[in-house]
């Protein structure tokens, strides 16, 4: 299968688009999450990773619904988002500010998810209670954000602590699948956001000591945060794109 990394999955997603502005108070909400909603994103998640794994099996998804939505062996995998924006209630006073600078807030907000939904922005974990994707969610100290995720990934495979330390063992045996570091990476197109030998990992903004809160303190850092996104976003979807021509 020829793969498309423009496909937008907000749009066969029932009722994503529909009052996306309305809903949410002017912060934009989908009214359905692609995640478990869209047939397009399923497809395309079960065609890439239906490969062989850097430990030497090869891992070939089957789809179902609800919590089997993706299966291998004895593995149940969910889809996640990795590309954020932070657009909830809290922070609602930085997306103020936002606004006050950004010339059609709505248009930016909208072209960044038609982006973003694409299959550069996501990827697939284990799904279970106390799942990697609902950890890294919950954590005040990574805030859903995927560059401290992926630091933390990088510490599972060093065996060194992280804020989510434990939802990662939990999962051992799917990180065991890549052998190290360098296979999930490799695996899963994550190149641009670590350094060429994987020693380490790109932070998009302020550090990985996870000591701070780590979302963005200022327009400036809000509109960095983003930026820095988009470049991993359209560099993976190129990795991706090379991948399956």
């Given at each position: 299968?020829?793969?498309?990394?423009?496909t937008?999955?907000?749009?066969d997603?029932?009722?994503?688009?529909?009052g996306?502005w309305?809903?949410?108070?002017g912060?934009?909400?989908?009214?359905?999450?692609p995640?478990?909603?869209?047939?397009?994103l399923?497809?395309?998640?079960q065609t890439v990773?239906s490969?062989?794994?850097p430990?030497?099996e090869?891992?070939?998804?089957?789809?179902?619904t609800?919590?089997n939505?993706?299966?291998?062996?004895?593995?149940?995998?969910?889809?996640?988002?990795?590309?954020?924006s932070?657009?909830?209630?809290?922070?609602?006073?930085?997306?103020?500010?936002?606004?006050?600078?950004?010339?059609?807030?709505?248009?930016?907000?909208?072209?960044?998810l038609?982006?973003s939904y694409t299959i550069g922005g996501?990827?697939?974990?284990?799904?279970?209670a106390g799942?990697?994707?609902?950890?890294?969610g919950?954590?005040?100290?990574l805030r859903d954000r995927?560059?401290?995720t992926?630091?933390c990934?990088?510490?599972h495979?060093?065996?060194?602590?992280?804020p989510?330390?434990?939802?990662?063992?939990?999962?051992?045996?799917?990180f065991?699948?890549?052998v190290d570091f360098?296979?999930?990476?490799?695996?899963?197109f994550?190149?641009?956001c670590?350094?060429?030998?994987?020693?380490?990992v790109?932070?998009?903004?302020?550090?990985?000591?996870?000591?701070?809160?780590?979302?963005?303190?200022?327009?400036?850092e809000?509109l960095?945060w983003?930026?820095q996104?988009m470049?991993f976003?359209?560099?993976?979807?190129?990795r991706?794109a090379?991948?399956?021509?």
């Amino acid at each position: 299968m020829k793969i498309d990394v423009s496909t937008d999955f907000t749009l066969d997603t029932p009722h994503y688009w529909d009052g996306f502005w309305e809903r949410s108070g002017g912060l934009g909400i989908g009214g359905g999450d692609p995640d478990s909603l869209s047939k397009s994103l399923q497809l395309y998640h079960q065609t890439v990773w239906s490969r062989k794994l850097p430990c030497g099996e090869t891992m070939a998804l089957q789809r179902g619904t609800g919590p089997n939505y993706l299966t291998w062996k004895n593995f149940r995998f969910g889809s996640d988002s990795i590309i954020v924006s932070f657009r909830y209630e809290k922070y609602r006073y930085m997306l103020d500010e936002v606004q006050k600078v950004v010339s059609n807030y709505k248009s930016f907000v909208e072209d960044y998810l038609h982006r973003s939904y694409t299959i550069g922005g996501m990827m697939i974990f284990p799904k279970h209670a106390g799942s990697i994707n609902q950890a890294k969610g919950t954590s005040p100290k990574l805030r859903d954000r995927w560059d401290l995720t992926l630091e933390c990934i990088r510490r599972h495979y060093c065996n060194e602590e992280s804020p989510i330390s434990k939802a990662l063992a939990r999962d051992k045996d799917f990180f065991d699948l890549f052998v190290d570091f360098k296979g999930f990476v490799d695996y899963f197109f994550l190149q641009d956001c670590v350094s060429p030998d994987c020693s380490s990992v790109k932070i998009w903004v302020g550090n990985a000591d996870f000591t701070e809160d780590p979302l963005p303190k200022t327009v400036d850092e809000y509109l960095l945060w983003i930026s820095q996104q988009m470049d991993f976003l359209e560099k993976r979807n190129g990795r991706i794109a090379a991948a399956f021509e």
